[in-house]
Structure formats: structure tokens, C-alpha cells
């Protein structure tokens, strides 16, 4: 599950609202929870506060009702304007790829 050899996509739609920077550390949490065994499920989700500073921001790694769910920061100096949408993020372990989309449960009306 999230094997580090497998390769990573983000969806077009993620890509057009996140950063490739914010994506990017997205998938390195991904690959140290994995190498720490603390991922017990896939996919995972990805929700993020509304707080943040001028370089930082945080998320929430969401396993559903298996884990508790995990707080961590990603670094990030720029306009944040993806943030105060309550987006979530989906990511999903497919057989070559770890891919991160939008969750289903996202109001995407203002994105497409």
C-alpha cells in the first residue's frame, strides 16, 4: 500500500486550485506515514485548516474510522486562495500510481 516506487499524479482539476508545492509535500506525508506503518487504509483523505501563517499551513490525514486522524504542517510561502473552500482531497493508492483527486464531497461549482 503507497509503495514509494509507485509513481504520483494529481488531477487536472487539483492541479488548476493547489500548488505543485502543496501537492508535492502532500505525497512526501504520504510516504513517511507509510514508512512509519501508520497508514492502515487507503484511499486517505486530506482536509485543511483555515489557519495558516505567511510560510505555513496545516492539514488533516483522514483514514476514516480505523485511525485517528493525523494533523501536519506544510510549508508554503505564497497566496493561499485554495484555502477557505473546506476542500478535501482523495488520496488513492491504485495499482501504479498514487493519484490525489477531489473528494466527491467537494462543491466544485466555482473550480470548473
Known amino acids: 500500500m503507497y509503495e514509494s516506487t509507485k ?58 474510522d480505523v485511525a485517528p486522524a493525523q494533523e501536519f504542517p506544510l510549508t508554503y510561502r505564497g497566496d493561499k486562495p485554495f484555502l477557505g473552500h473546506g476542500y478535501i482531497l482523495i488520496v488513492k493508492d491504485n495499482p501504479k500510481t498514487i493519484y490525489i483527486d477531489f473528494s466527491k464531497a467537494n462543491n466544485l461549482d466555482e473550480v470548473r
Open 7 to 64: 509513481k504520483h499524479h494529481v488531477s487536472d482539476a487539483v492541479a488548476e486550485v493547489f500548488p505543485a508545492a502543496v501537492t508535492n509535500q502532500i505525497f512526501e506525508v504520504i510516504q513517511l506515514m507509510n514508512k512509519a506503518k501508520q497508514l492502515v487504509t487507503a484511499p486517505v483523505a486530506v482536509a485543511f485548516s483555515d489557519d495558516y501563517t505567511d510560510d505555513e499551513m496545516y492539514a488533516l490525514l483522514i483514514q476514516g
